[in-house]
């Protein structure tokens, strides 16, 4: 069992969220086809300084991900500084931990305030799957060192005719794990197919997903945290995210092929995240600083964990390794929270990591534990959709998390609330969160 964690300032300050801010996340090649990633964090950043009345020139710090790299903007933290009127002087840098790296620069910012050497930071991440960095053949890529080296037309032509028409094709983004060779696709195939998780199980999640947010949509919830976009070349504006199913029908997502495993497979275009961009960020105070200037917090990170695990085999379990932890730490069961949300990666991950929680098998085989992390109360369990219907900027979905769980813990009148994710690499994400 982890040791309970303090997760506060060496004064005894928690670390408070402010307020948090995400753009409207839109699939890959629509609204924000062209946009880069650094346009979208310094959109949102600059949107949620406004928006809370924040000097830029009191944040200490800002740690920012991207997951899908751009060679020309490789530190994204510091371009969204310089783009947002913050001092110069404001320390910044980037994080990446797949799809748990606003995660990650969550935990950083807290870690230097618990550390006494930031009291306001702004914390999140962006991706853009709509402008991605394409590459060349490995063979061209050397050829284009050796032209360096080489003065006469003669030289040239020795190093250019080593290439044939394939050298020259351009290389698209890899989808898949740079160890294994498995896409995250496979890998959901392989969990649906090893736990038993039906078709018309994921079926049933992702129309549940869906329907929840679409709900979540049209009461309002989500007005307060889901900046309107403008963006290149500004012919409207992008008020919602473009892939939530407003008339969702469980009986339509039957129709679709399975994509990874065409034959005897079950995960589908329907109930898997979609390719996505977007952006989101959270402004991070000590509790006393937040008092002194005036400021409500939407509430408090009372633990934390991430977690590795293998990647031959159920690599998107991360949630299960990281959840019992973050609840160690915490002090806390699974039963004392009150809302839960998992990141939606595959229904068939997402299914199989609320499998392995309540199995004592698993806990005693992989986790070395007597007993269940515990069995998940369905009714506290993404109450407001996931990631299946709002979509996944891989960068952007641990801040819209941490900003959705508290928004909705307010409204509900306080509690706790976990957040919980997998990521590439066999990692895992969970940190619980509490409204007072």
């Not at 702004?122 to 032209?147: C, Y």
């Not at 009148?413 to 976990?418: A, E, R, S, V």
Request: glycine share 8%.
């Amino acid at each position: 069992m982890a040791k309970q964690q303090s997760v506060t300032t060496r004064d005894g300050d928690r670390i408070a969220i402010v307020a948090g801010l995400r753009t409207p996340f839109a699939k890959m090649a629509t609204y924000f086809h062209g946009v880069p990633a650094v346009d979208l964090g310094k959109m949102v950043v600059n949107e949620l300084l406004v928006r809370n009345a924040i000097d830029p020139k009191l944040v200490d710090q800002l740690v920012y991900g991207q997951v899908v790299q751009m060679p020309e903007a490789p530190n994204i933290a510091r371009e969204i500084v310089l783009g947002t009127g913050m001092n110069v002087h404001t320390d910044a840098y980037s994080v990446s931990r797949a799809c748990a790296t606003s995660f990650q620069s969550t935990v950083n910012i807290a870690e230097a305030m618990m550390a006494g050497h930031v009291e306001v930071g702004v914390a999140g991440g962006a991706d853009s799957t709509s402008v991605s960095p394409i590459g060349v053949s490995k063979k061209l890529a050397r050829a284009l060192v050796d032209l360096q080296k080489t003065k006469t037309l003669g030289q040239k032509w020795a190093v250019l005719k080593k290439l044939g028409l394939k050298d020259l094709l351009p290389v698209p983004p890899a989808v898949a794990e740079y160890s294994t060779g498995l896409s995250m696709g496979q890998t959901a195939e392989q969990m649906a197919k090893s736990h038993g998780i039906s078709r018309q199980a994921q079926d049933e999640l992702a129309h549940r997903s869906h329907t929840l947010a679409a709900e979540s949509w049209k009461q309002g919830k989500l007005n307060g945290e889901v900046m309107t976009a403008y963006a290149q070349p500004y012919k409207g504006a992008l008020e919602q995210d473009n892939n939530v199913r407003f008339e969702s029908k469980l009986e339509g997502y039957a129709k679709l092929r399975p994509v990874f495993d065409r034959k005897y497979g079950s995960v589908t275009a329907a109930n898997a995240t979609p390719l996505t961009d977007g952006a989101s960020a959270v402004v991070m105070m000590t509790e006393s600083k937040a008092k002194a200037l005036g400021y409500t917090p939407l509430g408090y990170i009372k633990s934390y964990a991430f977690a590795a695990i293998d990647v031959w085999e159920d690599m998107l379990m991360g949630p299960s390794y990281a959840t019992p932890i973050a609840l160690d730490r915490a002090g806390m069961t699974l039963d004392d929270l009150t809302l839960i949300e998992m990141h939606e990666a595959f229904a068939a991950q997402t299914l199989a990591n609320v499998k392995m929680f309540a199995s004592d098998k698993f806990a005693q085989e992989k986790l070395g534990r007597s007993k269940a992390t515990g069995e998940i109360d369905m009714d506290k369990f993404n109450v407001m959709g996931s990631s299946i219907a709002y979509g996944h900027p891989f960068a952007a979905t641990g801040t819209r998390m941490i900003t959705q769980m508290l928004n909705e813990l307010n409204r509900r009148g306080g509690g706790t609330g976990l957040v919980t994710a997998c990521a590439a690499g066999g990692l895992g994400a969970a940190m619980i969160l509490e409204t007072a």
